[in-house]
């Protein structure tokens, strides 16, 4: 069975936050699992129920060649005893990388497919073949964000987070902050981060809200100005950040989500966003995995 770690809250202490008078603990996703890390765990926790109950053998998904999500549906199929089939978009490389080696230990069946044909992951006909060319799987959408994956990540916050004003995530597809703006109390402020570049996010998740009925107590927000580029981009502002935070706390970030997060989460503080008395609860959604990746592939030498 899929079950988690007891996952523990940190509280962090900076001369920084001294000064403003705020706050800063980090609920630590990324210890809930050994393996299905993060918000992965969440997402992927009802789904793998769900086709369990109506009987699937076979999982298929979609993602990256350094995706977390990859990296986590892999290890939950192993675990719950299921097939799986993972479309990765590209070339497959001679060496796979280590996420995707990964995959491959933990029994993914690994299918390379171009980005043209990859636009249409979403689309029924493209689907069909998908079937007609693997059996019977049952289906999670690239980034696992459906509504059973909102279902779990509703259960990210807890009794113990009553008293926090301010909770920061990173934001993909979404589906991250859609559970947790559900679960927000009416003084809780939602701040998401997004990764990617362009302001299509506004939208995108007002329509996730709507279509999964959620009506948040609290105030929301997502800031679009801490992508560094775009989704997968960098640069030295961001991994020095990243490699400060470690040295100053011991707690790793990884450069496509949870490093860009705290970024935007410091410079809000620095930049007195933050009432005096805030505390901000910032959650850590795990894709450590990555990390050894983008290191061999970039030459950094990010903390892990
Ligand atoms: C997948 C992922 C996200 C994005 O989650 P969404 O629910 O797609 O917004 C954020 N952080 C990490 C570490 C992830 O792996």
């Not at 009553?162 to 920061?168: D, L, S």
């Not at 927000?184 to 990764?195: A, P, R, T, V």
């Not at 506004?202 to 279509?211: A, D, G």
């Not at 933050?274 to 030498?301: D, P, V, Y």
Request: aromatic letters at 10%; one cysteine or more; a neutral charge.
């Amino acid at each position: 069975m899929l079950l988690p770690n007891h996952i523990s809250t940190q509280e962090i202490h900076l001369p920084l936050l001294e000064e403003k008078g705020i706050r800063l603990s980090i609920k630590r996703l990324d210890r809930v699992h050994d393996l299905v890390s993060g918000n992965k765990f969440y997402k992927l926790k009802y789904n793998l129920e769900e086709a369990k109950k109506s009987g699937f053998s076979s999982l298929l998904t979609f993602g990256g060649t350094f995706s977390n999500h990859i990296y986590a549906t892999a290890a939950a199929a192993r675990i719950e005893g299921f097939k799986s089939i993972g479309i990765i978009r590209g070339e497959e490389t001679i060496t796979l990388n280590p996420t995707l080696s990964f995959a491959k230990s933990e029994g993914m069946r690994l299918v390379f497919i171009s980005r043209e044909d990859y636009r249409k992951k979403a689309e029924d006909s493209f689907i069909e073949k998908l079937k007609e060319k693997f059996g019977v799987f049952y289906l999670i959408p690239e980034g696992g964000t459906n509504e059973l994956a909102i279902k779990g990540t509703k259960e990210i916050l807890g009794k113990e987070d009553k008293e926090i004003t301010h909770i920061g995530c990173s934001v993909g597809t979404g589906g991250t902050f859609a559970g947790l703006a559900e679960s927000i109390h009416s003084n809780q402020q939602l701040l998401g981060f997004s990764s990617l570049k362009g302001d299509f996010i506004h939208s995108e998740i007002n329509h996730l809200l709507e279509e999964n009925k959620i009506r948040p107590n609290g105030k929301y927000r997502i800031f679009d100005n801490y992508h560094f580029g775009g989704y997968g981009k960098s640069g030295t502002p961001l991994l020095d950040f990243i490699g400060w935070f470690h040295s100053q706390t011991r707690i790793p970030l990884d450069p496509i989500y949870t490093g860009k997060m705290m970024f935007g989460i410091f410079d809000l503080i620095k930049n007195d966003f933050f009432e005096k008395g805030s505390h901000i609860l910032a959650i850590h959604s795990g894709g450590l995995q990555g990390i050894a990746g983008f290191n061999q592939r970039l030459g950094t030498s990010l903390p892990l």
